[in-house]
């Protein structure tokens, strides 16, 4: 079985700072996917980055990266130059290479402060 | 990127009726959608795995015959609360992985929030 922790409940940044979320996984699998989630307060949960396992190089997508570390199953999101509208939940995740087992983390709630 | 929707996005119902919630993947066909269950400020819940023309797979704890699923065609998956009661109150998330595309990314409907009374 997989498990996924994020160990920051809450976190804030003040606007244009950049601010590190933590996510530790454990998992079986040899080759697995990590992806970041973002639920702003429309609930809506939007896709913000994934990384393969088996990929060495970190993704990453306009502002938003990830420090992936497999042997230390650590798998955090950088976000620079944080704006107002990257105030959300966070929940890091993680899927199996059968594609089966899509396991949530419990979330980092992110304030921006102005 | 690929959209899922839901309807309806909220419904308030008595105790005792059922509640039908649909889940749509609109420029994709979805050979896979998920149904989670999440409570207030807590995190996604898979329920269960929706096949396209076969039964669901229902998680642990999961009663199959209080929440009935449906997925009759790549673009539809339907999930209905029956004889719903005031526990069965939360929001409702469907999600659907892309056959064709990021198989393995899987793209969220917007929600449906469903308070039992």
């Known amino acids: 079985a997989q498990t996924v922790t994020q160990s920051q409940p809450e976190m804030s940044v003040q606007e244009a700072e950049t601010v590190t979320l933590s996510c530790t996984y454990d998992t079986s699998e040899s080759d697995y996917y990590l992806f970041w989630y973002k639920q702003p307060p429309s609930r809506q949960m939007i896709l913000v980055i994934r990384?393969?396992?088996?990929?060495?190089q970190n993704a990453t997508e306009n502002r938003f990266s990830v420090n992936f570390q497999k042997a230390a199953k650590s798998f955090s999101l950088k976000i620079s130059d944080s704006q107002l509208g990257d105030a959300a939940m966070y929940f890091c995740a993680c899927l199996d290479n059968y594609g089966q087992n899509f396991v949530f983390g419990p979330g980092t709630r992110l304030s921006v402060l102005p | 990127g690929a959209v899922v929707s839901q309807h309806p996005s909220r419904v308030i119902c008595k105790s005792g009726t059922s509640v039908k919630i649909e889940c749509r993947s609109l420029?994709?066909?979805?050979?896979?959608m998920f149904w989670y269950r999440q409570f207030p400020k807590q995190s996604l819940m898979l329920m269960a795995t929706s096949n396209e023309g076969s039964k669901a797979t229902y998680e642990q704890g999961v009663e199959k015959d209080k929440f009935l699923i449906n997925h009759a065609s790549l673009t539809l998956s339907t999930l209905t609360v029956t004889s719903a009661h005031p526990e069965d109150s939360s929001f409702y998330i469907c999600?659907?992985?892309?056959?064709?595309?990021?198989?393995?990314?899987?793209?969220f409907g917007p929600g449906t929030r469903l308070l039992v009374l």
């Open positions: 420029d994709f066909q979805a050979t896979t």
């Open positions: 990384q393969e396992a088996y990929k060495q």
């Open positions: 999600s659907a992985r892309d056959g064709g595309g990021l198989q393995e990314t899987q793209y």
